[in-house]
């Protein structure tokens, strides 16, 4: 099996995550029913967001001002339930990596205001949890 980039691995947990939400079950389901295990990287994402699922929520809740989260596009949800875990779970991945991945992964699969909108939630989410570098 090829080497997988971090990009990727964010990518497939992603795509992971937003399986689970659409399918009405826990993401750690969803990785049990793999045939084939994704790359540790992303199983990590994964499974780190199903366990520390209501506390991500209500830091994403919180600092999303105005927005429910069920209201948010699904993506979107997925994306900030991944980068929030990131930053509470990855103290060695900078916070701008942690911005900057979601931002990017936001602007190609969801709606043409996602980056913007995740970028503001995370940086606010980033400043409680997270002490600069």
Same mark, same amino acid.
């Given at each position: 099996?090829? &080497?997988?980039?971090?990009?990727? *691995? +964010?990518?497939?947990?992603?795509?992971?995550?937003?399986?689970?939400?659409?399918?009405?079950?826990?993401?750690?389901?969803?990785?049990?029913?793999l045939?084939?295990?994704? !790359?540790p990287?992303? *199983?990590?994402?994964v499974?780190?967001?199903?366990?520390?699922?209501?506390?991500?929520?209500?830091?994403?809740? !919180?600092?999303?001002?105005?927005?429910?989260?069920?209201?948010?596009?699904?993506? !979107? +949800?997925?994306?900030?339930?991944?980068?929030?875990?990131?930053?509470l779970?990855?103290?060695?991945?900078?916070i701008?990596?942690?911005?900057?991945?979601?931002?990017?992964?936001?602007?190609?699969?969801?709606?043409e205001?996602?980056?913007?909108?995740?970028n503001?939630?995370?940086?606010?989410?980033?400043?409680?949890?997270?002490? &600069?570098?």
């Open positions: 099996m090829l &080497p997988v980039t971090r990009r990727e *691995a +964010r990518e497939r947990a992603l795509s992971l995550l937003y399986e689970a939400e659409t399918k009405g079950v826990a993401p750690p389901v969803v990785l049990k029913e045939p084939v295990p994704p !790359d990287f992303a *199983a990590g994402l499974a780190g967001v199903g366990d520390r699922c209501p506390e991500i929520d209500r830091l994403i809740e !919180d600092h999303a001002i105005g927005w429910a989260l069920d209201r948010m596009p699904a993506v !979107d +949800r997925s994306v900030l339930r991944m980068a929030v875990y990131e930053l779970a990855a103290p060695d991945v900078p701008a990596v942690v911005l900057s991945e979601a931002v990017e992964i936001a602007s190609s699969y969801s709606t205001e996602s980056g913007r909108f995740v503001g939630v995370l940086a606010s989410v980033a400043a409680e949890v997270r002490q &600069p570098a």
